[in-house]
């Protein structure tokens, strides 16, 4: 009996920093919507393959661009307002300015009755007010330009939601197809980042301690590869268990399972 639990104990020691691991992507990140709509376009023939700047899914976006077309329109209405309104104003001023000068000659004057005064402080009265109207339409003007840029910002990021892309990344899995309607945060693909590649393992307590100078074997290969992330806590699935990554270069296959040996220098 004691020769066997001996022989287990060696066992332990000579395998206990043996792991095995697949080769996983980099990054799988799951795309879910950000808007409301009928897919159109949902490029099937895309799966597995690199992904260009092309979109691989498409939601109805027909009233979004038609209005934005005619928010762009409406600007630019408003902008030449604002243009006419200002060169207006700046008219008004000049005209309120002559008012003013006049009436103030004229206040004093004995030989102006009342009424002829009247009269010029009225006039000048109006062009003020017209002044300040003319200012107000100014201000209501930058106001509306002010909320359809708002809106137009919006329908450029809806339009942009509407057209999937994700240049450089592998299109893993397509949960929609065309003719389907989806909501705000309708799961709508999974796509990878292949760029590099990850292997995931499970230490015990004992074995995170100085973790990060191990040498790292592969397949009984001694890489210059270190472990990149340790989790400090506890994994909820592996009890007891403390996640740890290695980022590795990206291999021509993933999902390969390899042995994994953490050794000191």
């Known amino acids: 009996m004691k020769i066997v639990f001996i022989l ?32 159109v376009y949902s490029n099937e023939d895309k799966l597995g393959k690199l992904l260009s700047n092309e979109p691989y899914i498409k939601i109805d976006s027909i009233l979004d661009t038609q209005e934005l077309k005619y928010i762009k329109e409406k600007l630019e209405y408003l ?8 060169q207006i104003l700046v008219n008004i001023e000049k005209i309120t300015v002559k008012k003013r000068d006049n009436y103030k000659k004229i206040e004093s004057l004995k030989i102006k009755s009342q009424v002829e005064k009247n009269r010029e402080f009225y006039d000048l009265v109006a ?8 200012k107000k339409e100014i201000q209501n003007f930058k106001i ?18 509407k057209s999937l892309r994700a240049k450089g990344y592998i299109l893993y899995e397509l949960l929609v197809k065309s003719g389907q309607v989806v909501n705000i945060s309708t799961p709508l693909a999974k796509v990878a980042d292949i760029s590099k590649a990850k292997l995931t393992i499970y230490l015990n307590k004992d074995e995170v301690i100085d ?11 001694k890489t210059n590869y270190k472990v990149d992330r340790v989790l ?34």
């Open 127 to 134: 062009s003020e007010n017209l002044f300040l109207n003319t």
């Open 8 to 39: 287990f104990f060696s066992v332990v020691i000579l395998f206990g920093n043996i792991y095995y691991s697949k080769v996983q992507p980099y990054e799988i990140r799951n795309i879910s919507s950000n808007v409301s709509g009928l897919v």
């Open 79 to 86: 902008d030449n307002s604002v243009d006419s309104s200002e």
């Open 144 to 161: 509306q330009i002010a909320d359809l840029k708002l809106r137009e910002a919006k329908l450029k990021r809806i339009l942009e939601d």
């Open 211 to 221: 973790i990060k100078n191990k040498i790292v074997y592969i397949d009984g290969i």
């Open 232 to 265: 400090n806590i506890a994994d909820s699935k592996n009890i007891s268990k403390y996640m740890a990554q290695i980022i590795i270069k990206s291999p021509k296959i993933f999902s390969k399972l390899v042995k994994i040996e953490l050794k000191n220098e």
